[in-house]
């Protein structure tokens, strides 16, 4: 389709768009405070009011879809007369307080006004002041700033799913409100700070920190989650003061989760910032890295286990693979989960291409998986389509919070062994449709007790009779991706209580467990007397809990994701480079460079070894680690010994705010958290 725009003719231009949108096109800037790309449209600001010509008034560009041959003026003077006319009644009961506004240099009010606005006003009477809305630990109001572009309400509602905010009274006395005073907590609550186009939502742990020219801006990804989004980290002088969203349509959209955005202070408490020895007298003292690798020299041992915890890189991985196969006295455990699912990588990874094409197919299954705290993004993803009816969604095991229509079709053992087997009212829609996704969470199988691979096995059989099913598992954290993307782990995992007959009988005395990030001891609490009889290396970024320092040997400091150059692989199996944005502590080293050192001189091998020489070698793997699988045809019934636990009816995230090491440290999380659990008891 042709239009004009500011006499410039024939510009080409889709169908189905409206002015804005076309102006967008080629450069031309359209002020606006209500129009979101993602969200609605309202058309309440009027800000975006441009001459048409043939219409006598202007009109909303927003809300106006173009025709063929229309002559649209950005720039007339009536169009900048209506601007400064709407500008002077949004201002109207606007505060002059830009000074001590934290949005003050990020405001698009304030720029607006500069560009479009008059010079002065012709309302002196009143201003109408708004009480401030309670919206929870993250969000800080100041309702009188408001304007009224109902953005905040439209993200609630359509992006988020949960209808906390709305608009209330009518004309002078319109005003946004929460739902019966209720605080606005939601897992991705901390996006309507973004979009808010003034100072009236903002940031409560920003709240008068700094200015944003102050700080240095750097780009990155999260690891809290494991798509790896792309966010913005500002920082001033040494130390993280936010982190914002960076635009990434395939990915995460504009959107990031409340653990990613206010996890920052997590990088600095508790920090473990110098090299410690546990000395014959039971007495944790400070000790150089030469005295590390001297002691460390000593030892001799049956058996080295290394015990991959969480924010592993991939250079680290393949060095730990590395010492493993050249020398026999080695192994690697996992504290994340196993999955014996080696025949395609897709496994465990999600393939890009069904991300993109979520539309395309006919039904979802989720299996146990509480999606809206696990993936927010990919549950972000299947809420829109299923507000467009274009997909429907099954799920089996507890009735979580969804915020989106899906079906629940029982969470005991016997309805699933139903579907499984083909008795399930379910399984003939299965049959009928042509593309189908089975999401299941990684928690799943371990609650099936002995019977893992026989079922896993059955399934696999199920899935590739036909091209028609599809299947994923969510893995809790990246370092999972990397333990089965490059065969890391052993059958054995620390999650499973049955593990501890392997340990009585294996690791009684004389070894060795090298602790590589992994702070999450839930499984020594229960059981740690192995430990005592052998020696432990912690090596971490943060400190060890009190409740396990007293078997520990070395406690040796490692550096955040945000202090190295590092790569990394997300759910999608894409590669992603990582650069160091802040200075480590004076003692701390990367986790490559502590395992380099340390194994050098055992092996002599690795002195050829270079990070370089990794990249390029797990590169190559990451795009030829495929293997062909070819099924045998099997009954679907199950054998008379094949035994479950009770019930699927578990949650597999208890808590949100505490996934990982750094969000267990946020002091802002946690009191998030505490104020969740006043008011939600079953919010997780």
Known sequence: MLININDKKNLEVPDNINILQACSLFNIYVPRFCYHDKLSIAGNCRMCLVEVKGVLKPVASCAMPISKDMQIFTESKLVKKAREGILEFILLNHPLDCPICDQGGECDLQ???????????????FKRAVKD??????????????????????????????????????????????????????????????????????SKPYSFVARPWELSTFNTIDLNDIMHVNIRVDIRDTKILRILPRLNSKLNENWISDATRFSYDGFFLNRLTSPYMLDTYGNITICSWLSILFEFKKLQYKKINFVLGNFVDAETSLLVKYICNKSGNFSILNLSQKL???????????????????NTFNSIFLFNTNLRLENPLLNLRLKKLVDKNLIKVFSFGSSFGYNFLNYNKGSSIKHFLNFIEGKS?????????????FIFNWNFFNRL???????????KNLYFINDKIHYT??????????????????????????????????????????????????????NNDFLKSNDVIF???????????????????????VEKNAT?????????????????????????????????????????????????????????????????FLSYSFPNFFYFNNTLNVNTITNFYKTNSILRRSQILNICYRDIKKVYSNFF
């Open 473 to 526: 598992v969510l893995t809790n954290d990246s370092t999972s991706l990397l333990v089965n993307d490059f065969n890391l782990c052993n059958s054995i995992n620390l999650f499973n209580d049955e593990s501890f007959k392997y340990f009585d009988n294996n690791f009684l005395k004389d070894n060795l467990f090298f602790l590589l990030n992994a702070d999450n001891f839930n499984f020594f609490y229960k």
């Open 449 to 459: 007790k002995n019977n893992f691979d026989f079922l896993f096995f059955k399934l």
């Open 111 to 125: 720029d607006q006004s500069l560009l479009y606005g008059n010079d002065k006003g012709r309302f002196y009477d």
């Open 340 to 358: 014996i699912i080696n025949d395609f990588r897709l496994n465990f990874f999600f393939d890009r291409k069904f991300f993109d094409e979520l």
């Open 425 to 437: 009212v379910l399984s003939a829609l299965l049959i009928k449709s042509n593309k189908n996704l």
């Open 568 to 632: 990394y692989i997300n759910f999608f199996g894409f590669i992603q480079r990582v650069k160091f944005i802040l200075f480590p502590y004076k003692n701390v080293r990367s986790d490559f460079k502590i395992l380099y050192i340390l194994f050098k001189g055992l092996l002599g091998a690795t002195s050829t070894l270079t990070k370089f020489n990794l990249q390029k070698g797990f590169i190559k793997y990451n795009f030829l680690n495929f293997e062909l699988f070819v099924p045998n």
């Open 539 to 561: 090596q971490s970024m943060y400190n060890a809990n009190n409740r396990i320092k007293n078997v520990i040997n070395f406690f040796l400091p490692s550096s955040h994701f």
């Open 133 to 202: 809305k309670d919206c929870g630990p993250l969000i800080k109001t100041i309702m009188t700033r408001c304007i009224q572009c109902t953005r905040c309400v439209r993200f609630m509602r359509e992006i988020s799913g949960l209808s906390f905010l709305g608009v209330i009274g009518r004309g002078n006395s319109m005003e946004i409100s929460n739902f019966l005073e209720k605080s606005l907590f939601s897992e991705l609550s901390g996006n309507v700070i973004d979009i808010c186009p003034v100072g009236a939502l903002t």
